[in-house]
């Protein structure tokens, strides 16, 4: 019989038709189907043949195949049938045998309005003043137990991981101020002191403290020195700001928060003030510069450092970013006149503290893993509507939905695991912690990570674009990934197609390669880190980054710009990726 001609669905109907197994890929289907037919045939006497001489038969699949003699069918079906096996043994060379997939399944449902729910309840549940739900805070782990929550309700099992690992925590509200002494000038900006001037600059708006910020408590009367740096770059004016408070106008020459803090730490610096500002004079401003309602004021946000890349933290050197126009008037009125600066920071950035990476699981007929991620974990100076919000309320819409599907379709193939993520912001510890601690399950068992992060394109069409970027690092999934896409552009669910524009990319270079998947997110650990030695194979990961973030890690990104349908998008595509490994 020629094979070659069935669908991928009526080739699995055939074998369940003979009680046999079903494999995933289409050409594994044909093989285990000739091979069947060749061992379930009993010749006749006058026609009985040697193992040998049917090695010579020419069949359909020999003729697409041609080193594929009988005895090596008889191999490569055991150790397709094998599952686990193959992939120890042989890995990626039996796969590449069977390349030609094509995607025969359906798109799955995605209800925007159900994840704007998720989302809007995972915003409830941050900071009452600031906002956020920072790593290693109550506001976290409430975050990681309402997802625990959503998961049992959906019917999944649970899995409440919690990892120790480098954490800080903000202790009480920073404070800023500048004061131009007056008559007296001592002490400066108190009752006695008349004619003073003294601006209180406003936290989360006006500043801003970065990651593992040390502590300080500086008063007026202390008259502590500010030193203009530049950009950074002249290790010079470094050594001139010992003891005292080094400013930094953000643009060229520096590179990152990790070695401003390395340098302050270096030269003794009593604190670090990052400016953020307009290096373009105008032309090409960073997104941060064009937030609406700003009036082009550079808002200041939260990066944070390389906590690997520090022997001891410095617990004593406070680090925040400000707006352009706070540090235009700090050099104005404090580098350049008679004020005096007040900074009053207390965060306790040594130890650790405890990080969740919740997990709802769908168990499959097989301990392979298909992995669905998002961090839910935010800066502390806003809601992290967008970043990551949006990337947790479309897992947790997937969970719904496959869990769903299971009770219609039944059992699927792989494990499917849906987990979110703490400690992102801070340096992915969630995700490279829980990589860790399940590294040879993960070595073994996973198919694919699939990475949601800020997965959202911003309501301002117009303004910001409408695209929407997937990539992964395998070929193979990417090539199923277009034709979903493709699927997906033909049926148009919701009229999504025809508003968004969809770009897909395979990056399977070495870390850190220009053409390589970006350690920029938690996919990165589920690619890299498990490769512990030469020669481990790198995890498989798709990922999907939206457009339009401008407010991302400051106090704007709030609901005001959530766009829950543009979710959908790559909740469907790869939602319908995963379901079809998962039933075929």
């Not at 704007?116 to 941050?126: D, I, K, N, T, Y």
């Not at 919690?162 to 108190?190: D, N, R, Y």
């Not at 946000?301 to 400000?322: A, L, Y």
């Amino acid at each position: 019989m020629q094979y070659d001609d069935h669908s991928h669905n009526e080739l699995g109907d055939m074998l369940k038709q003979r009680g046999l197994e079903v494999p995933r890929k289409k050409d594994e289907r044909i093989a285990a189907l000739i091979w069947n037919d060749k061992t379930t045939t009993v010749p006749t006497t006058e026609e009985s043949t040697t193992l040998d001489e049917m090695a010579t038969v020419p069949n359909p699949f020999q003729e697409r195949f041609p080193w594929a003699t009988v005895p090596v069918i008889v191999v490569a079906v055991m150790l397709i049938v094998g599952g686990s096996v193959t992939a120890i043994l042989f890995g990626d060379t039996i796969i590449g045998w069977f390349s030609d997939d094509e995607f025969d399944g359906e798109l799955i449902d995605f209800d925007p309005a159900q994840t704007r729910a998720f989302a809007e309840g995972l915003l409830a549940l941050g900071h009452p003043e600031w906002e956020g739900r920072m790593s290693g805070t109550a506001e976290e782990h409430a975050t990681a137990q309402s997802n625990l929550d959503n998961f049992s309700d959906f019917g999944l099992s649970i899995e409440p991981n919690s990892f120790a690992v480098p954490m800080f925590e903000i202790q009480e509200e920073p404070q800023l101020s500048i004061c131009m002494p007056g008559i007296i000038g001592f002490p400066p900006c108190s009752f006695t002191d008349f004619g003073s001037q003294e601006t209180v600059f406003a936290h989360r708006s006006d500043f801003v403290l970065q990651g593992y910020s040390g502590s300080a408590d500086y008063q007026y009367q202390d008259q502590i020195p500010v030193v203009d740096l530049g950009n950074a770059s002249d290790d010079s004016t470094w050594e001139s700001a010992s003891a005292s408070i080094g400013m930094v106008f953000g643009g060229g020459g520096v590179s990152s928060n990790t070695e401003l803090f390395i340098k302050a730490q270096e030269y003794d610096l009593y604190g670090l003030i990052l400016v953020t500002w307009d290096s373009t004079g105008g032309e090409n401003p960073p997104n941060n510069c064009k937030i609406p309602g700003e009036g082009g004021r550079c808002v200041p946000f939260f990066k944070s450092v390389d906590t690997s890349q520090f022997e001891n933290m410095p617990p004593g050197i406070p680090f925040m970013m400000v707006s352009d126009q706070v540090g235009e008037q700090i050099q104005d009125q404090v580098v350049n006149g008679e004020g005096v600066i007040r900074m009053i920071v207390n965060v306790d950035n040594q130890g650790e503290r405890d990080v969740k990476a919740p997990c709802g699981i769908l168990p499959g007929k097989t301990d392979e893993l298909v992995i669905f991620g998002a961090h839910h974990d935010t800066v502390y100076n806003g809601p992290g509507a967008v970043d990551d919000t949006s990337g947790t309320a479309t897992v947790l819409e997937l969970a719904r939905q496959f869990a769903n599907m299971a009770e219609s379709k039944g059992e699927p193939y792989y494990t499917m695991k849906f987990c979110t993520w703490g400690g992102e912001e801070e340096g992915l510890h969630g995700s490279k912690a829980y990589v860790a601690s399940y590294m040879g399950q993960l070595q073994e068992n996973l198919r694919i990570y699939i990475n949601l992060d800020m997965n959202h394109v911003d309501i301002d069409l117009d303004n910001r674009g409408n695209g929407v970027w997937m990539f992964g690092n395998d070929a193979r999934d990417m090539e199923i990934i277009d034709q979903i896409v493709d699927q997906f552009r033909d049926e148009n669910p919701m009229g999504l197609a025809s508003k968004y524009e969809i770009h897909t990319q395979t990056l399977d270079g070495a870390k850190g390669a220009s053409d390589g998947m970006p350690y920029n997110s938690d996919h990165g650990p589920f690619v890299y880190d498990i490769q512990q030695q030469d020669g481990d194979d790198r995890g498989r990961a798709i990922v999907c980054y939206g457009s339009g973030s401008w407010e991302y890690h400051t106090y704007k990104d709030t609901m005001d710009r959530f766009n829950e349908e543009s979710l959908a998008v790559s909740g469907i595509i790869y939602g319908s990726y995963a379901a079809w490994l998962a039933w075929g």
